[in-house]
């Protein structure tokens, strides 16, 4: 079954400091992994894709296939990272294309 | 692009009403997702529509819920009869086109209150 597991509920860090946000999956053929944030007060938006392999706002994922982990990170985090962060995954295959499967999302604080 | 919008964005209903949740997908998506959040959990995805057509309603409840996408017209999450177990926040979501590589783009959300 398709589910997607992040450990952490909360995660505070100090500006500047590296932050990791962990997402864990399991599927059993090959997903397109994504990052949404909410920040306060406003909509779930796409933060960055597995396919698009870029960098946003400084953040990076890499999709690891054997350990089935999609974490998050950036290397010094700012106070405007303040966020609720959600991992989402979507199949390729059969009646479930289309749909988003989250995770339960991180609430991650930046303290200055 | 005004972008994805849902309205109302805050509904109390009282148990056995019914609630309509509206939603207006980005200017060129006919593709629109429903999910819902309950306290503490993450989005759970309930119904996958284009124009006038259900195309995987799977994650919504066998009772009480029906989802439909007019030809014309915003996309309607309706809940007959609800109960203190409905309250949560429903989330649409619109993309161009089907395919699990397409981003979807979310709405506001509507929080509904059963009392």
């Known amino acids: 079954a398709q589910r997607v597991t992040q450990p952490e509920k909360l995660l505070s860090v100090f500006k500047g400091a590296p932050v990791e946000l962990k997402c864990n999956y399991s599927y059993s053929g090959s997903p397109e992994l994504f990052w949404y944030v909410q920040y306060s007060r406003q909509r779930l938006q796409l933060l960055l894709r597995?396919?698009s392999r870029e960098s946003i706002k400084g953040f990076t994922a890499d999709l690891n296939k054997g350990e089935t982990s999609f974490h998050l990170k950036k290397p010094f985090a700012q106070e405007e990272d303040s966020a609720m962060y959600y991992c989402a995954l979507s199949g390729a295959g059969g009646s479930t294309l289309g749909r988003l499967y989250f995770g339960r999302g991180t609430q991650l604080t930046v303290w200055p | 692009n005004a972008g994805v919008m849902q309205n109302p964005r805050h509904l109390v209903r009282r148990r056995g009403q019914e609630a309509r949740l509206r939603c207006s997908p980005m200017?060129?998506?006919?593709?629109v997702y429903w999910y819902r959040q309950l306290p503490e959990e993450g989005l759970k995805f309930m119904v996958y529509?284009?124009?006038?057509?259900?195309?995987?309603e799977s994650g919504m409840p066998k009772e009480r819920f029906s989802a439909e996408f007019p030809k014309e017209g915003p996309s309607i999450l309706r809940i007959q009869q609800v109960v203190r177990g409905d309250s949560a926040a429903y989330f649409c979501?619109?993309?161009?086109?089907?395919?699990?590589?397409?981003?979807?783009?979310f709405g506001p959300g509507t929080r509904l209150l059963v009392l």
């Open positions: 979501a619109s993309s161009p086109s089907q395919g699990f590589q397409e981003t979807q783009y």
């Open positions: 597995h396919i």
């Open positions: 529509l284009q124009k006038e057509n259900i195309i995987d």
């Open positions: 200017k060129g998506h006919s593709h």
